[in-house]
């Protein structure tokens, strides 16, 4: 194949134009000489950086490159999308919503295009920001919701503190106060429940 490639390259060029020369056709040589660069031009796509004949000027190289680039960053950014309106019309109407582990999945990947992308958009930002914000207090409710369960003043009262334009989350310490001594039958999943919050407030992330 390493033989045959550029062997073919140079019949191309010389063959046809070889050809009409020892016709006398001058203006057909000259139409050949420049199909048959123009064709081994081609023919060569991978090697070249330019190619230049015949009136022609051809970025070759540089632009297959900057093609098969931009091809992968529009896979990269669609892959997400695509997966976030497909998981959106799965889940969108059902009560239990989206599971996290694929939430989490979907705006870390997109999170990571916007990263790689260089994608400067407040609005952006904005969006992400008030996702982690409704997710960190998702947590905190269900810490009310199993606490609801043994005594619903108490419930109420860390209910107060839930203000989901906000990130001024109550702290352990707080929590802790608010609770008091908690029923023993409940006391692991209370733990659990706060564990899960205060990690995913600090960390944005669950354990």
């Known amino acids: 194949m390493k033989f045959w490639k550029p062997f073919f390259t140079v019949m191309i060029i010389l063959v046809p134009s070889l050809y009409f020369g020892y016709e006398g056709k001058a203006a057909e040589m000259g139409i050949a000489l420049a199909a048959g660069a123009l064709a081994a031009a081609f023919l060569n796509l991978d090697k070249l950086q330019s190619f230049k004949g015949a009136g022609i000027e051809i970025e070759l190289k540089k632009a297959v490159e900057e093609a098969y680039a931009t091809i992968e960053s529009l896979k990269n950014v669609a892959e997400p999308l695509f997966l976030t309106a497909i998981t959106n019309l799965t889940y969108g109407k059902r009560l239990s919503g989206i599971p996290q582990e694929q939430e989490r999945h979907l705006i870390t990947s ?98």
């Open 110 to 207: 997109m999170e990571e295009v916007i990263k790689t992308t260089n994608l400067v958009n407040p609005d952006l930002d904005n969006a992400i920001k008030e996702f982690y914000i409704h997710e960190t207090w998702d947590r905190f409710s269900k810490l009310i919701d199993i606490v609801r369960k043994n005594n619903v003043s108490v419930s109420d009262k860390l209910k107060e503190l839930v203000d989901r334009k906000e990130t001024s989350y109550p702290s352990e310490e707080r929590i802790n106060q608010i609770l008091g001594e908690v029923p023993e039958e409940i006391a692991l999943s209370v733990k659990e429940a706060i564990n899960n919050y205060v990690y995913y407030k600090e960390n944005q992330k669950d354990r």
